[in-house]
């Protein structure tokens, strides 16, 4: 009986051997054409915003740790290089003075926000006349880390923006504590209609949506006649430097982290306009950015102090001062004569982790 039952296995095997290979092959098929159309659609949104030319007015929000700002925005677009925009009104704004620090934390948010409202004043007056160049969503090297550590999901949207025909591409990270974002783009042509940034929590931090917008060519070629103007650009505060020219500005050897979260790279490095012997470090996953500035200036290195509202922690020796306002935590301290400055939004014990291998690099110089 085990014989016959063997034979009869053994000769059905062929068959259900082929029927396993064609059902993964078919999965794998899938899988791959998944992969590839969600790539293909993220790539193709790259491309739209490279190439597809367009003038039109967007409402902004920003949702930050002192409240929410939402103001209208008039932008062009002219490929390749041709991206600029203007405020053209401010909607609402609420500042939020609650801290988890008691008293002491509301009066020092008081403080800074007063501050801020001044300075908020003056930049708004500013904005009105003045035209801003921005940098497109999308690079090559951020859609590969996209890929990398995201997850692309692309569906259909029954909703219409600007009159517009949408589909959605939503990214959703792989590993935990990273953001979300949503993008509503124009099935005609893939031009983002509408972005969505939404932080580990799933709270909305960011979004703008097109309230009207034109993508036809002798619209957008009239406009621009009449905008490049007015259009007075500010000298650019930083600009992209090599690791090598970091050094020439430090006078010693930038000290990179050993540790990064999963997932992230260096993605540019930079010096600043009017601060010297300081570089700007920028490190992202695709998605999710955290800087680090070091500096050997000799003021900011006797700077040392405990800075108001910020606790003093100990790491492997070395007193390190922490701040966290909403859910970007900041870090500063000073480690073989450099001080280091690292912020983003990521967990504590990720950038906790940063400090730390940062400091225990300094100390093998």
């Known amino acids: 009986m085990r014989i016959h039952k063997y034979l009869i296995c053994y000769k059905n095997f062929p ?4 029927l396993l290979c064609s059902s993964a092959l078919i999965f794998s098929l899938c899988v791959s054409h998944t992969l590839f159309a969600d790539t293909n659609t993220l790539e ?26 939402t103001f209208e925005e008039l932008v062009i677009h002219k490929s390749p290089d041709i991206l600029y925009g203007k405020e053209i009104s401010a909607v609402g704004e609420r500042k939020s003075f609650a801290g988890s ?14 501050d801020e409202n001044r300075r908020n004043g003056r930049e708004r007056g500013r904005e009105q006349i003045e035209w801003r160049q921005h940098n497109h969503l999308f690079s090559k090297k951020e859609i590969a880390l996209i890929a990398q550590n995201y997850n692309l999901e692309k569906s259909s949207s029954t909703e219409k923006i600007a009159n517009y025909e949408t589909d959605v591409l939503t990214i959703t990270p792989k590993f935990a504590n990273r953001p979300t974002k949503r993008i509503f783009f124009a099935r005609e042509n893939g031009a983002i209609l509408r972005a969505e ?13 097109y309230t009207r917008i034109s993508f036809d060519p002798e619209t957008v070629e009239r406009k621009w006649d009449t905008f490049q103007k007015e259009i007075k650009l500010e000298p650019e505060h930083s600009h992209s430097i090599s690791l090598s020219a970091g050094e020439k500005i430090l ?13 992230f790279q260096l993605r540019d490095v930079q010096s600043i306009k009017g601060r010297q012997n300081t570089i ?24 040392s102090g405990r800075r108001r509202g910020w606790d003093t922690i100990e790491i492997d020796g070395t007193r390190v001062h922490k701040h966290r306002r909403g859910p970007t935590y900041a870090f500063s301290w000073s480690s073989s004569d450099i001080r280091f400055f690292l912020f983003g939004d990521m967990p504590a014990s990720e950038m906790q982790k940063v400090v ?9 110089k």
């Open 251 to 263: 006078n010693v050897k930038p000290i990179q982290p050993e540790y990064l979260p999963p997932g």
């Open 15 to 18: 068959i259900t051997l082929s």
């Open 101 to 114: 620090r008691g008293d002491e934390n509301r009066r020092d948010n008081h403080r800074s926000d007063r």
């Open 44 to 69: 193709r949104i790259a491309e739209a915003e490279r190439e597809v030319n367009y003038v039109g007015v967007r409402l902004k929000t920003f949702i930050w740790s002192r409240g929410t700002r």
């Open 356 to 364: 730390e291998s940062i400091i225990q690099i300094a100390k093998k």
């Open 197 to 209: 940034s939404l932080d580990a929590e799933g709270v909305l931090r960011a979004m703008f949506v």
């Open 280 to 303: 700007h470090l920028i490190y992202t996953d695709g998605l999710s950015d955290f800087s680090m500035f070091e500096t050997t200036d000799k003021r900011s290195l006797r700077d």
